[in-house]
């Protein structure tokens, strides 16, 4: 019988692809950072419990381009600090990414918010424009223009907070408590350059970070990075608590608050 591609893989099968992992080489991206002082009242509204905020309502938007070969990625973010236990770090609200590959990982490992989007990172001499798009809507602008190179950093580590759960088969809450997941990474940059320019916010239903408005420009950069990350579980949390914040997760929320349809499509 010819091999029925559904079945079950071998042992040798399932040890030899985590060995592939682990063989992987350092990925490089090239990417556009920018982090903004915010509302603070409205970096603290978007933090579900246990997460706090941190001392300043700093904002991030990281936008990139990740050179796998066959693949091409475009990769980006928007967070906001945080502190968890004492240590900070940063809760990213929405994780746009163009392929699906990079989406099922992250998801479903780490609890990532990460959604199919549109991904732009152009420079051309030294005008750099980014953005991060869904629905038809750059909701996320930088642009401005390369300046002066910058001393580069040495190899740093990285903390996001990300809450793990999955919808309860009956539309009501959650089928386990959520889980807290510290996401640590380690970072290596080998080119940085400033950039003098601004950060647009545009208004989305779908994407609203325009609520955490552009007080003032702390920094922008475009740089060459690669990472590597490790997820722990470090607590569960209150069902009850993190619901009220389930929205961030889903364009339509509904699927989640108005229980499970009555009939399904196959």
Not at 25 to 35: E, H, K, L, N, R
Not at 167 to 195: Q, Y
């Amino acid at each position: 019988m010819a091999r029925v591609r559904y079945g079950a893989r071998t042992e040798a099968e399932i040890a030899e692809a985590r060995a592939a992992r682990s063989r992987l080489p350092d990925i490089w991206s090239t990417g556009v950072a920018a982090v903004w002082e915010s509302d603070p009242d409205a970096v603290a509204a978007v933090l579900p419990p246990p997460l706090k905020p941190s001392a300043r309502p700093l904002v991030r938007a990281n936008i990139s381009k990740v050179d796998l070969t066959g693949y091409p990625l475009g990769a980006g973010s928007v967070a906001v600090a945080a502190v968890h236990d004492g240590h900070e770090g940063w809760y990213p609200l929405v994780m746009p990414m163009t392929h699906e590959r990079a989406l099922t990982g992250g998801r479903e490992v780490f609890g990532e918010p990460k959604k199919l989007g549109e991904v732009s990172m152009e420079r051309e001499g030294l005008v750099v424009h980014a953005s991060l798009a869904r629905h038809g809507i750059a909701f996320v602008e930088i642009r401005g223009a390369v300046g002066e190179p910058l001393p580069l950093p040495g190899p740093s580590t990285k903390l996001d907070f990300y809450f793990k759960f999955l919808p309860a088969v009956d539309g009501e809450g959650f089928d386990a408590d959520p889980v807290l997941i510290h996401c640590t990474r380690h970072e290596k940059v080998r080119r940085l350059e400033r950039i003098t320019g601004d950060v647009v916010l545009r208004e989305s239903m779908y994407d609203p970070v325009a609520d955490l408005p552009v007080l003032r420009v702390l920094d922008i950069t475009i740089g060459e990075k690669t990472s590597d990350q490790q997820g722990r579980a470090v607590e569960r949390v209150s069902a009850d608590a993190l619901l009220p914040y389930i929205h961030q997760r889903y364009d339509d929320p509904q699927q989640i608050h108005d229980g499970p349809p009555r009939g399904s499509v196959r």
